[in-house]
């Protein structure tokens, strides 16, 4: 099984738009255990702080308890890392790194991110960052 590090921004938009295809795509993956979910408990927080913002709320429509839910069930679908400081800066948005740190400490196969301040790293320590249409290409077809 593939062990990924999935950006806070493929569960929004999977949760949000119909026509993100790619991210609903790994978010059913996840659930169906075709991916072991690499994450920590900050990413987590900051996955629920982001999914409880009221224009983000306006959009998936979810009652504070579906939150809850979907938080509890990705939290049983991963497995949960510290983070590794990774000591200075590696993205141009330090609030990123928080990803390739979880990635490191758990030995991810990959990083799956829309966001191109990781995007144009391309790899973190030989782990390689991708696109979620890349990764329904590469891993799930």
């Known amino acids: 099984m593939i062990r990924a590090v999935i950006d806070t921004n493929i569960f929004v ?9 790619a991210p ?7 659930r169906a255990q075709r991916i072991r ?10 996955l629920q702080d982001v999914l409880n913002r009221p224009k ?5 429509k979810l009652t504070p308890e579906q939150i809850d839910d979907v938080i509890d069930e990705l939290i049983k679908a ?13 993205s141009d948005d330090p609030d990123d790194d ?8 758990g030995g991810a196969d990959v990083v799956i991110s829309g966001d191109s301040h990781l995007l ?22």
């Open 13 to 21: 938009s999977a949760l949000i738009s119909p026509r993100a295809l």
């Open 56 to 60: 983000i709320v306006k959009y998936h």
């Open 37 to 46: 979910l690499l994450t920590s408990i900050a990413a987590i927080e900051e």
């Open 78 to 90: 991963s497995e949960l890392v510290s983070e590794h400081h990774l000591g200075s800066a590696v």
């Open 120 to 141: 144009v790293l391309k790899t973190f320590r030989d782990i390689p960052i991708i696109s979620p249409a890349d990764f329904v290409v590469r891993f799930l077809s």
């Open 24 to 30: 609903r795509t790994i978010y059913q993956a996840i």
């Open 98 to 105: 928080i990803f390739l740190a979880v990635a490191l400490e």
